[in-house]
Structure formats: C-alpha cells, structure tokens
C-alpha cells in the first residue's frame, strides 16, 4: 500500500468555522489531489497539486483553497465551513505526468453542522 | 468534456454468480482507464487498468475488464463472486493533458447474496 495518512480522520465542526485537513505521503510523489465523495456523484476533485507550491483547480474548488509547502505535505482548507461541505475527503498520489495511478488515503470524515 | 457513466447504481447477485458492471466513457484522447474498489469506511484500492496493448486485462482479486474502442465501454467482470466482493465499484478515466487528473463515474454497489 503506499505510503498516505490522512487527518483528522473524523471531524465535526461548526458552519463558518475554518477547517484544515492534512494529507502526508512517504512517497515522494509528485502530484497530490483532493477530491470528495457525496452520495450519487462518486469523487470529485477539488484541487490538485503537481509540484511544492504549484497547485491548480479542479472541478469543485469553491470554498477551498490548498498549499503544500512541502513535496510530503498537501493541505486543505475550507475557508469558511458550509453544510453543504459535509462529506468524505479523499487525498491521493501519483508519480508523474505519464499515465499513471492515483493511490489513494482513507479519508477524511467532515461533518459541518 | 469527460466524462463516466456508471448506468448501474446497484446490483445484487448470488455467491458464485458470474459478474459484469458496466462503464462507459466520453473523452476526446487516448483514454487510460481504471476500474478501484472501495469497502465500507475505506479508501479506494486500484483492481486493474488499460493505458494500451491488449483490450482485455487482469487485474486484482480475479477481475478483468475489456477495453471496448467502437462501444467507449470498460466493463468489469468476475466469473465467480465471493461474498468479499461486496463493496462500491468506480470506474475513472485519466486526463493526462490536464495534470493527470482523474474523472470518475457515480458508483456501482454490489451486494452479494449467500
């Protein structure tokens, strides 16, 4: 399995609270992603990182924003949590620019209440 | 754009019961196609993919799919199902001209009868 932790795994918070999720890898992968899962639209990605400090949008980025200030290290931030922010939060990995598999981590659990 | 389809939200067979979950995709470019599992309260685990060469592969746990070019298809099958079996199925496709970025279908859930 590669090398990915994810936390917090479980975390409840309160609406416009600001929250950051944390995404470790031992690989030294160069691509980090976040993406959600919500019933009835599989994973989504939310943003995406290809290199330290080179980090670009994904399909539902509104109301998030991210940094890696390190190759092991992609966080996420939810700048002001939203109910409609609720859901599981997956990071992932992948080597390079070729094609190439995205590992997964065992996510994140965030309910905003 | 690209897109998934997963036209199967759930699906039940018996224990021992052959198994095909179907995908069908819409991407302009070479697709490079991927098919993971996810248990209960886990993280997705890779069950096989197609980058190229021969259409039909294997993958993990006896599952293999085809690559169906004419169809856009990438259907998942399994001879015989395990009770393990039981979990949601995602089928994905890799946009590797925009950063390697992964689009994936809705879910299939499959329960396995005994």
Redesign the interface.
């Known amino acids: 399995d590669a090398g990915i932790t994810q936390s917090p795994r479980h975390k409840v918070t309160e609406t416009g609270t600001p929250v950051t999720l944390r995404c470790h890898q031992t690989e030294n992968h160069r691509y980090m992603y976040w993406y959600r899962q919500d019933p009835g639209h599989g994973l989504r990605l939310i943003h995406y990182s290809y290199g330290v400090k080179d980090t670009d949008k994904g399909e539902v980025s509104d109301g998030y924003s991210v940094s890696r200030s390190k190759t092991e290290d992609f966080l996420l931030t939810l700048e002001s949590a939203t109910s409609s922010q609720t859901s599981v939060y997956f990071c992932a990995i992948s080597e390079s620019t070729e094609p190439e598999t995205q590992y997964f981590g065992p996510g994140t659990r965030l309910l905003v209440l | 754009a690209q897109s ?1 389809t ?1 036209p199967d939200i759930h699906i039940t067979v018996s224990e021992g019961a052959s198994l095909e979950l179907r995908c069908n995709y819409s991407y302009g470019a070479t697709p ?1 196609l ?1 098919w ?1 599992v996810q248990s209960p309260g ?5 069950l096989l ?1 197609y ?1 190229s060469g021969d259409t039909l592969v294997q993958g993990i746990k006896g599952f293999e799919a085809e690559f169906k070019r004419s169809q856009s298809s990438f259907n998942l099958r399994k001879p015989s199902v395990h009770w393990s079996d039981a979990a949601e199925y ?1 089928c ?1 496709v ?1 946009a ?1 001209d925009t ?4 689009y ?4 299939t859930s499959l329960t396995v009868i005994p």
């Open positions: 998934v997963q490079y991927f993971y886990q993280g997705l685990q890779l993919k980058f995602f994905a890799g590797f950063g390697n970025q992964f994936f279908g809705t879910g």
